[in-house]
T-cell receptor, first 111, second 110 residues
Framework: DGGITQSPKYLFRKEGQNVTLSCEQN?????MYWYRQDPGQGLRLIYY???????QKGDIAEGYSVSREKKESFPLTVTSAQKNPTAFYLC??????????FGNGTRLTVT | GIQVEQSPPDLILQEGANSTLRCNFS?????LQWFHQNPWGQLINLFY???GTKQNGRLSATTVATERYSLLYISSSQTTDSGVYFC????????????FGKGTHLIIQP
């Protein structure tokens, strides 16, 4: 069954801890993306990757890091430097010049 | 960067009504998508429509690229149409990310 899998669905962490969110796709898409959504707001781009071993900062990259060691995987690490990490995180993928498709998201709560 | 404005921000309708949602953008685009976000947060692709008109059942969309706006039409609304509708655009080619509007929150009452 093809698609984009984000795990876990809910994640709880203590302040000061780094946390890594998983995103896997089996659609053979070249590009992958991470977005953040806050309550009542649209989505904002954190990082994106057009190809393996390459990625670019989006609009709100501070306090986040990513890696793209495999085409299928694009994990996002929320570091302790991110001042307001509690949010809904959505991963997407797409072929070049094509529509984006989204996973079901991970809700991160940091207390 | 490119600006995306959606209107209205909120819309409450009775079941069976029709609605029009608008998306204005500040620059030329080569990708425009409409999404529906359901109450569980899932983003559903509705249309990929950088220009022209498309229809899918009770939903249709029109993008007038030269005038920098897109419209999403919902006819004969059902309660399951409730949720937030987002417009998102990309200016250039390649694989740059989409820029999202703040959405239209639609509530369909029985």
């Amino acid at each position: 069954d093809g698609g984009i899998t984000q795990s876990p669905k809910y994640l709880f962490r203590k302040e000061g801890q780094n946390v890594t969110l998983s995103c896997e796709q089996n659609l053979n898409h070249d590009a992958m993306y991470w977005y953040r959504q806050d309550p009542g707001q649209g989505l904002r781009l954190i990082y994106y990757s057009q190809i393996v071993n390459d990625f670019q900062k989006g609009d709100i990259a501070e306090g986040y890091s990513v890696s793209r060691e495999k085409k299928e995987s694009f994990p996002l690490t929320v570091t302790s430097a991110q001042k307001n990490p509690t949010a809904f995180y959505l991963c997407a993928s797409s072929p070049k010049n094509s529509p984006l498709h989204f996973g079901n998201g991970t809700r991160l709560t940091v207390t | 960067g490119i600006q995306v404005e959606q209107s209205p921000p909120d819309l409450i309708l009775q079941e069976g009504a029709n609605s029009t949602l608008r998306c204005n953008f500040s620059d030329s685009v080569n990708n425009l998508q409409w999404f529906h976000q359901n109450p569980w947060g899932q983003l559903i692709n509705l249309f990929y429509i950088p220009s022209g008109t498309k229809q899918n059942g009770r939903l249709s969309a029109t993008t007038v690229a030269t005038e920098r706006y897109s419209l999403l039409y919902i006819s004969s609304s059902q309660t399951t149409d409730s949720g937030v509708y987002f417009c998102a655009v990309r200016k250039g080619g390649g694989a740059d990310g989409l820029t999202f509007g703040k959405g239209t929150h639609l509530i369909i009452q029985p």
